[in-house]
């Protein structure tokens, strides 16, 4: 198991922060925070989660350096408590009806989803929609959705820059190879990205569709899978998609 010292600096060096803003940000000197860093000196329970605070580090990361430096996890995992939330959110998607809304984990993995997202997946291989789906691959791959998004070469470039935050956000080595496979899909050129917001132009029949994207995640989670679920929702972007779905749904 790593030293916690080399994991704070690690998560303090993705942070771009010196060890002097960091200090000065969890209230210690920089001296002490140094030899935190090289082992030094041993960091408390309480040292550890004020630094993983200021650090913005995730709840499953948060527990892996508690562990590290020789406590038990802050975070629980999965418990029993978190069926409620489950079903609340699930309630959310089936409320964003007529319009699509899925709820995904960290890695972009198909948790559920509400029936008019089977609107986006129409045409894409029985493969790639064999659980567990992960909504980025099934967007980008050329025998997923990739066929039927008009604008492609800017949503996968969209799709491609988020991933690549969120990978040096959290750390994550999974969302690094995700990012590094979808990258080698075929099917663009980087596309500079103007406007507001990216849309998401897709066929459907004859028609093209035009969407905007919102990401919903809970505001004050304790639970680690909790803190790593995320709804994003597709609102209609002009009156001809939204008129389009209300009549598909009947609503």
């Given amino acids: 198991m790593a030293e916690v010292g080399g994991l704070l600096r690690e998560w303090r060096g993705s942070r771009r922060l010196s060890q002097l803003q960091l200090s000065h940000r969890a209230g210690v000197s920089a001296r002490h925070l140094s030899f935190l860093e090289t082992g030094r000196s041993r960091p408390t329970r309480e040292m550890i989660l004020r630094l993983a605070e200021e650090l913005n580090v995730p709840l499953?990361?948060?527990?892996?350096?508690?562990?590290?430096?020789?406590?038990?996890?802050?975070?629980?995992?999965?418990?029993?408590?978190?069926a409620v939330i489950l079903a609340g959110l699930r309630d959310v998607l089936a409320g964003h009806e007529p319009y699509p809304a899925i709820l995904v984990d960290r890695h972009w993995t198909l948790v559920d989803a509400n029936r008019a997202a089977g609107l986006l997946t129409q045409g894409a291989r029985a493969e790639l929609l064999e659980p567990p789906v992960n909504v980025l691959r099934l967007s980008l791959h050329p025998d997923g959705v990739a066929g039927r998004i008009v604008n492609f070469a800017q949503w996968r470039t969209h799709v491609l820059h988020r991933l690549d935050h969120q990978a040096g956000v959290t750390g994550d080595p999974v969302l690094r190879d995700?990012?590094?496979?979808?990258?080698?899909?075929?099917?663009?050129?980087v596309h500079a990205v103007t406007g507001p917001v990216v849309p998401l132009r897709i066929r459907a029949g004859d028609r093209e569709l035009e969407f905007f994207s919102v990401t919903s995640v809970l505001g004050t989670p304790l639970d680690v899978t909790l803190a790593e679920l995320a709804v994003e929702s597709f609102l209609p972007a002009n009156d001809a998609t939204t008129r389009y779905l209300r009549r598909e749904t009947g609503e």
Avoid: C, Q, T, V
């Fill in 178 to 189: 995700l990012h590094a496979e979808l990258s080698k899909l075929p099917g663009g050129k």
């Fill in 60 to 82: 499953r990361a948060r527990n892996a350096l508690l562990l590290a430096g020789g406590f038990a996890p802050e975070y629980a995992e999965g418990g029993p408590d978190i």
